[in-house]
């Protein structure tokens, strides 16, 4: 991990507090529990002692495709199979849910004896988070987390393959919009979640906003070694 990636996410987590009350960049209750898209979540931590939200149905690795932020295409389902993934929709404008997401993630990887997970950020803000953009604002949590985009239609495509809710842009009302306005402010609604997807090439767990780095590393050494059968499954 970057080392001097702590200090700059714990700058952001502080900076973003204030912006607390804004526009909220989830786009319902589904996404603010953590649900992937139908399968459905069992809700916050559940007798295990996991500190996600446990989906009833777990679903595949996606296959979709997207173009890195050095202009290389990037097939997430070949490029992250068999490995511990991260995989969070977001945009760099977002004034609360994504930074906070990133700097609570971060400050848990840095900690000693924490796996090294593939981290990968799909914009859903391509007009404004150009690749160059996308890579200062990662570079500011670390380094190492794969930046994503591509045309609305093919992000749209991911988010229906990775099964959250899709994204939509939005004025300063909150109220939904057909297309962003360059020379209007707006906002994009998109889902809340973190979707964790195990050695298995399977998601049980997917982490809603509000998640703490003490809950990352709690779970995020159980989820590197290989999901762990809930007590109570067949």
Same mark, same amino acid.
């Given at each position: 991990?970057?080392?001097?990636?702590?200090?700059?996410?714990?700058?952001?987590?502080?900076?973003?507090?204030?912006?607390? &009350?804004?526009?909220?960049? @989830? /786009? &319902?209750?589904?996404?603010?529990?953590?649900?992937?898209?139908?399968?459905?979540?069992?809700?916050?931590?559940? @007798?295990?002692?996991?500190?996600?939200?446990?989906?009833?149905?777990?679903?595949?690795?996606? /296959?979709?495709?997207?173009?890195?932020?050095?202009?290389?295409?990037?097939?997430?389902?070949?490029?992250?199979? &068999?490995?511990?993934?991260?995989?969070?929709?977001?945009?760099?404008?977002?004034?609360?849910?994504?930074?906070?997401?990133?700097?609570?993630?971060?400050?848990?990887? %840095?900690?000693? &004896?924490?796996?090294?997970?593939? !981290?990968?950020? !799909?914009?859903? /803000?391509?007009?404004?988070?150009?690749?160059?953009?996308?890579? /200062?604002?990662?570079?500011?949590?670390?380094?190492?987390?794969?930046?994503?985009?591509?045309?609305?239609?093919?992000?749209?495509?991911? %988010?229906?393959?990775?099964?959250?809710? #899709? @994204?939509?842009?939005?004025?300063?009302?909150?109220?939904?919009?057909?297309? #962003?306005?360059?020379?209007?402010?707006?906002?994009?609604?998109?889902?809340?979640? =973190?979707? !964790?997807?195990?050695?298995?090439?399977?998601?049980?767990?997917?982490?809603?906003?509000? =998640?703490?780095?003490?809950?990352? %590393?709690?779970?995020?050494?159980?989820?590197?070694?290989?999901? %762990?059968?809930?007590?109570?499954?067949?």
């Amino acid at each position: 991990m970057n080392p001097n990636g702590r200090r700059r996410a714990l700058a952001a987590l502080l900076a973003t507090t204030a912006a607390l &009350g804004a526009f909220a960049c @989830s /786009d &319902g209750d589904d996404a603010a529990t953590g649900d992937v898209g139908t399968n459905g979540s069992d809700g916050p931590a559940d @007798s295990d002692g996991w500190h996600g939200a446990l989906v009833r149905e777990p679903a595949a690795r996606p /296959d979709f495709t997207l173009t890195d932020t050095g202009g290389r295409p990037y097939d997430f389902q070949a490029e992250t199979a &068999g490995q511990l993934t991260l995989l969070f929709f977001g945009y760099t404008s977002c004034p609360d849910i994504c930074p906070l997401h990133m700097a609570t993630l971060t400050m848990a990887l %840095e900690r000693s &004896g924490m796996p090294d997970p593939v !981290v990968v950020f !799909v914009t859903t /803000d391509p007009e404004r988070d150009t690749p160059a953009h996308l890579r /200062d604002w990662l570079d500011s949590f670390d380094a190492g987390i794969v930046g994503l985009t591509g045309t609305s239609e093919e992000i749209r495509r991911a %988010e229906q393959a990775a099964l959250v809710d #899709p @994204s939509f842009y939005a004025d300063a009302d909150g109220n939904p919009v057909d297309a #962003p306005d360059a020379d209007v402010n707006y906002e994009v609604g998109h889902a809340a979640q =973190i979707v !964790v997807y195990t050695p298995d090439d399977l998601t049980h767990i997917v982490y809603p906003s509000g =998640i703490k780095s003490d809950d990352w %590393e709690a779970d995020l050494p159980r989820l590197a070694d290989g999901w %762990e059968p809930r007590p109570d499954a067949p």
